[in-house]
Nanobody, 123 residues
Framework: QVQLVESGGGLVQAGDSLRLSCAAS????????MGWFRQPAGKEREFVTQ????????YYADSVKGRFTISRDNAKNTVYLQMNALKAEDTDVYYC????????????????WGQGTQVTVSS
């Protein structure tokens, strides 16, 4: 129904910034809340942030508050994750996902997922 493709990951140094993008196609992008999750290899997926489809409310995990900013451009069918002051512990595979539930922090409540993009932060 919805296809999501992340881009923008890479290898950076601690303190650097990186901007991830997620391009959507298929069903109407603007009808979904969009989130970002991260998942270390072999571990459970964890919530990072979400922006809602109504009111553009944002939610953040405590670990990224004040450093990461989620935004969306419905005209471009794209959601972004601006990552500032990156730390080594931010190293992970990052996934974008679409949900019908505003404010959801649970991966089980997201119906569509991208393939993931690797972010590596050297210390």
């Amino acid at each position: 129904q919805v296809q999501l493709v992340e881009s923008g990951g890479g290898l950076v140094q601690a303190g650097d910034s990186l901007r991830l993008s997620c391009a959507a196609s298929g069903r109407t992008f603007s009808s979904y809340a969009m989130g970002w999750f991260r998942q270390p290899a072999g571990k459970e997926r964890e919530f990072v942030t979400q922006i809602t489809q109504i009111g553009y409310m944002t939610y953040y995990a405590d670990s990224v508050k004040g450093r990461f900013t989620i935004s969306r451009d419905n005209a471009k069918n794209t959601v972004y994750l601006q990552m500032n002051a990156l730390k080594a512990e931010d190293t992970d595979v990052y996934y974008c996902a679409a949900s019908n539930i505003q404010g959801s922090r649970s991966a089980e409540e997201y119906a569509y997922w991208g393939q993931g993009t690797q972010v590596t932060v050297s210390s």
